[in-house]
């Protein structure tokens, strides 16, 4: 069974840093592109970050560009996102997904994990 | 950046109705890369349709997809209890993919 379960999620300051993880398990981690996506609250889905399964490749939303960095460790199938300079509007649910190679859309999810950037 | 619009935003129904979702894009978006999903409170989005009109692993057949080019719809046949939901188109573009702001199917 695919199981996607981040975590390190919590309250952060504006201008702070987070970084978030998911760990994997369930299918052959290297093999599967990654995205991270967001949902602020009682708001809609917002594509944040991708990564290809070798780490080689990676794309950030404009709106997280500079900012948030996403990274993998498939020695460890485990996904990570590295968020810096905050700012209120980041507050969301972040959720990882799988991306399936066959349609390119993101059929496996985990639970997310909520951020919170408050002073 | 391609735009989806999805409407209308919230619908009020009864179980056993039928309905359908409208989602338009900015400019036209490949079939292949069209996809839909549902999400229930508190839980995360699950991908139901996608390539448009091809049903997920484990979707009912009264869930169905169509459209071309800028105009895409989910229509729901009979709405069961477990389907009132919010709805999200979503297109893939390569090395992004933007979603739509949902459609809310709520019980009248």
């Known amino acids: 069974e695919v199981q996607l379960v981040e975590s390190g999620g919590g309250l952060v300051q504006p201008g702070g840093s987070l970084s978030l993880s998911c760990a994997a398990s369930?299918?052959?981690?290297?093999?599967?592109?990654l995205s991270w996506v967001r949902q602020a609250p009682g708001k809609g889905l917002e594509w944040v970050s991708t990564?290809?399964?070798?780490?080689?490749?990676?794309f950030h939303a404009d709106s997280v560009k500079g900012r948030f960095t996403v990274s993998r460790d498939n020695s460890k199938n485990t996904l990570y996102l590295r968020m810096s300079s905050l700012r209120g509007e980041d507050t969301a649910v972040y959720f990882c997904?799988?991306?399936?190679?066959?349609?390119?859309?993101?059929?496996?999810w985990g639970q997310g994990t909520l951020v919170t950037v408050s002073s | 950046e391609i735009v989806l619009t999805q409407s209308p935003g919230t619908l009020s129904l009864s179980p056993g109705e039928g309905v359908t979702l409208s989602c338009r894009a900015s400019?036209?978006?490949?079939?292949?890369?069209l996809a839909w999903y549902q999400q229930k409170p508190g839980q995360a989005p699950k991908l139901l349709i996608y390539?448009?009109?091809s049903r997920a692993t484990g979707i009912p057949d009264r869930f169905s997809g169509s459209g071309s080019g800028t105009d895409f719809t989910l229509t729901i046949s009979r709405l069961e209890p477990e389907d009132f939901a919010v709805y999200y188109c979503?297109?893939?573009?390569?090395?992004?993919?933007?979603f739509g702001q949902g459609t809310k199917v709520e019980v009248k």
């Open positions: 390539a448009a009109s």
């Open positions: 990564i290809s399964g070798s780490g080689g490749s990676t």
């Open positions: 997904a799988r991306k399936d190679p066959a349609s390119n859309n993101l059929d496996s």
């Open positions: 979503q297109q893939y573009g390569g090395s992004s993919r933007t």
């Open positions: 369930g299918f052959t981690f290297s093999s599967y592109d």
């Open positions: 400019q036209s978006v490949s079939s292949n890369y």
